[in-house]
């Protein structure tokens, strides 16, 4: 098996038209006989590079109004052939030439599917030549070079100069090929199998094919004893974590659980409008609070709880400036991810060995659909996002005998939109611009309360308080009443509300309604 591979003959069929001009031309010019079809056959004359047409090179036309072209042994047999005697001597007698070169990129099926469009035109783009001339290619990768990105066109010009590609490029250009058509595969088995017995398409599949590729090796799992690595989802929006990218090239990796905890510091602070910070330690919020500058508003999260801020992940939904660095620095942080980090500010936080940067590149807001997904034993359960966002507290229900004044409402809202974020059962305590305390994770609602009054200390006066579901008893407001707290906002839903609210005017404590329960077990 030849190490480089010179291209002699490639053959472009592609959806994506990036850069395929310029592709056209850089194999042209190094003479590289080009065989193509339809649309992209089209691009390439249209840009001056000379094209033999498919139907031209088997000698067979396209039927079926182009349903089947590239389906004929002269082409499969073209990328299939091992370079040996015999297979050449089988390919010359059905008339065909080797085929070095496939690029090919598919039908865009999902992108279909999205748009909404009728069920016969999603059919229409099932592409059916392109992923078996793919598979061909990638099969017979010892010879072949498969390309389905664009992305690596530079990779093949680069290769061209060098003489012919190599086998290390090939079986990594082989990898993406059958990546890109196993989750090909995966998108229409997930939409046929969506549809019931009258065509109508439900919000979860019936298969379920989940495709991720490995961006980082972890510093380790959860515990030091456990490998762990970080796989992103190929397409993910930006804003994300999976296109985020490291500022700080060279330190310490981060662990299976700081990017755990990375995740629910962004989604935390991207329910907020303007300038925010998130401080989070074990996946639960222990500050947030909004400010009229970035370095204010970190400086009011980190200390609603000073104490477990320290070695924590810090979000911020604005590009980190000088002043907010400054802060950041006064204290010991895990990682920080923010959309960008200006200069000047890289110059202070670089100074800190040990602490992590993560540039997001771009924002994605909250409310974006999406799926989630935890592993079970045996299996997944699955859900899609919780993809509520403010105005619950002002579009709920007043339920006591006296209305939260408006300090007290935007204090509710606050503290309901952070509430969503903590582990259930979830308390939160706060006033309009921050939290002050929160109680995450506990097995009875009440101890959540307690828990939050003892973060929250004297801030607790005149605190509004959060409960992501509802109270099954009165003794979660007597506690709340013993810390101070003013306003309440929570589901409702309880068998024991009249108890509850009764509770409330009791103390003169306003109490909302939302209707929405806020669990978060995962």
């Not at 031309?25 to 992209?40: C, D, F, K, M, P």
């Not at 091992?82 to 059905?94: F, H, K, N, V």
């Not at 907020?272 to 919020?285: I, L, M, R, S, W």
Request: hydrophobic share 45%; with cysteine.
């Amino acid at each position: 098996m030849a190490a480089i591979v010179r291209i002699e003959r490639a053959l472009i069929s592609v959806s994506d038209k990036r850069g395929v001009v310029e592709l056209g031309r850089a194999l042209a010019a190094h003479g590289v006989e080009i065989l193509s079809t339809g649309g992209t056959a089209r691009a390439l004359r249209d840009g001056g590079v000379e094209v033999v047409e498919v139907s031209d090179f088997t000698g067979s036309p396209e039927v079926m109004d182009g349903r089947v072209k590239t389906l004929h042994p002269r082409v499969h047999g073209g990328l299939l052939m091992r370079d040996t005697p015999s297979d050449r001597r089988e390919l010359e007698a059905l008339g065909g030439r080797p085929i070095d070169l496939v690029v090919v990129n598919l039908y865009p099926f999902e992108q279909t599917v999205a748009k909404g469009a009728p069920h016969d035109e999603v059919l229409e783009n099932i592409d059916i030549g392109g992923p078996s001339m793919v598979r061909s290619a990638a099969k017979n990768h010892g010879r072949v070079t498969v390309v389905t990105d664009p992305d690596d066109y530079a990779a093949i010009l680069e290769a061209l100069e060098a003489g012919g590609t190599n086998l290390a490029l090939r079986r990594r250009l082989a990898g993406k090929a059958f990546t890109h058509t196993a989750a090909y595969d995966g998108a229409i088995a997930a939409y046929l199998t969506s549809l019931d017995d009258e065509g109508r398409r439900a919000p979860l599949p019936g298969t379920l094919t989940l495709q991720f590729q490995k961006a980082y090796d972890a510093r380790y799992g959860e515990n030091p004893h456990q490998k762990g690595a970080f796989y992103v989802e190929p397409g993910a929006a930006p804003g994300t974590l999976a296109r985020a990218t490291s500022v700080d090239i060279g330190r310490k990796k981060l662990s299976f659980n700081n990017w755990v905890d990375a995740d629910a510091a962004l989604e935390c602070v991207r329910e907020f409008e303007g300038p925010a910070a998130v401080v989070v330690k074990h996946t639960n919020p222990c500050g947030v609070a909004t400010a009229a500058t970035l370095a204010e508003a970190y400086v009011r999260a980190r200390e609603a709880d000073a104490l477990s801020a320290f070695g924590g992940i810090v979000a911020l939904n604005r590009p980190v400036d000088a002043r907010a660095a400054e802060k950041i620095l006064e204290t010991f942080i895990e990682c920080v991810i923010a959309p960008s980090f200006e200069e000047d500010a890289l110059a202070l936080l670089r100074k800190k060995k040990a602490l992590r940067l993560l540039s997001l590149g771009g924002w994605l807001p909250g409310g974006v659909p999406d799926f989630h997904y935890k592993r079970i034993s045996g299996g997944l359960v699955v859900q899609d996002r919780d993809t509520t966002g403010p105005g619950e507290v002002a579009q709920g229900r007043v339920v006591t005998k006296r209305a939260p004044t408006e300090e007290e409402q935007r204090a509710m809202e606050l503290a309901w939109l952070v509430c969503k974020h903590v582990k259930s059962n979830a308390i939160v305590f706060a006033k309009e611009d921050r939290t002050v305390g929160i109680g995450a994770g506990q097995m009875s609602r009440v101890l959540a309360v307690e828990i939050a009054h003892k973060k929250a200390g004297e801030l607790a006066r005149g605190a509004a308080m959060a409960s992501d579901a509802f109270f099954p008893f009165a003794d979660g407001i007597e506690a709340a009443h013993a810390a101070g707290v003013t306003a309440v906002v929570q589901p409702g839903g309880s068998k024991r509300d009249d108890e509850v609210v009764a509770a409330c005017d009791a103390h003169g404590i306003a109490m909302v309604f939302t209707g929405v329960r806020h669990f978060k077990h995962g």
